[in-house]
């Protein structure tokens, strides 16, 4: 009876995880249109690109974010749980679920955080990856000066040096390298996102979830 009631109290709470990058718009949206029909109340009060807040007369609801690369985050009440909470956890639950998402137990979303924090340097790594190769397909570096010109340019901008042939085919070469940079790196962020496993996508080929690490709880 203890372990039932214990149960009970904690679907007030529910951990989530969704296979999308991070708690943007789109996101946003999903959780909102779950908790609305209930009569929740966006409060805009504490704007964050971390956590959402609803309120329902004297009740408040808040999901806060734990990870990025899936999203994950933790809802539940602000003060009182009532059956309120409860309802909306629910909802918040099927939402997710309906989204290619799952829900995890305490014990679960503990086995899980020190692989969150993982994921979400590797995605800081290939983001700045990302960028540092748009960067370059944005801009041609000089062979003397090192200045960043226009890609169309025919002289340097910075010493005036005019591109020879041979800088021309070095820039087609960077300019290949970073395609390829960001293609792969594209390729990881989308399978961090979707919540393919560290070890999986070192080593490409396979594709199993994460949630299938998951395995008690
Ligand atoms: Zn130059």
Known sequence: M??????????????LLLPQPALG???????????????????PSEP???????????DTLRLQTLG???????????????????????RLTAAVAGAGGRSFT????????????????????????????ERLLEARQCSRCLAWS????TH?????????AIDDAERETAVGQASKVIDTAATVLAELARGVLLDRIDSPGTDRPVAGMVTHG
């Open 2 to 15: 203890v372990s039932d009631r214990a149960k009970i109290v904690r679907r007030h709470h529910v951990h």
């Open 68 to 90: 990025w690369f899936p999203l994950l985050v933790t809802v539940g009440p602000l003060g009182r749980a009532t059956t309120a909470h409860r309802d909306a956890a629910a």
């Open 25 to 43: 718009e789109a996101q946003s949206a999903l959780f909102e249109s779950a908790v609305r029909p209930a009569g929740w109340v966006a409060d």
């Open 106 to 133: 305490d014990r679960q979303l503990a086995d899980y955080l020190p692989q969150a924090r993982l994921r979400w340097q590797r995605a800081l790594t290939e983001r700045r990856r990302l960028t540092q190769a």
């Open 48 to 58: 964050s690109s971390l956590s959402l807040q609803w309120r329902r007369r004297q």
């Open 156 to 164: 340097c901008t910075g010493c005036r040096h005019r591109f020879t």
């Open 150 to 153: 226009e890609p169309s340019v």
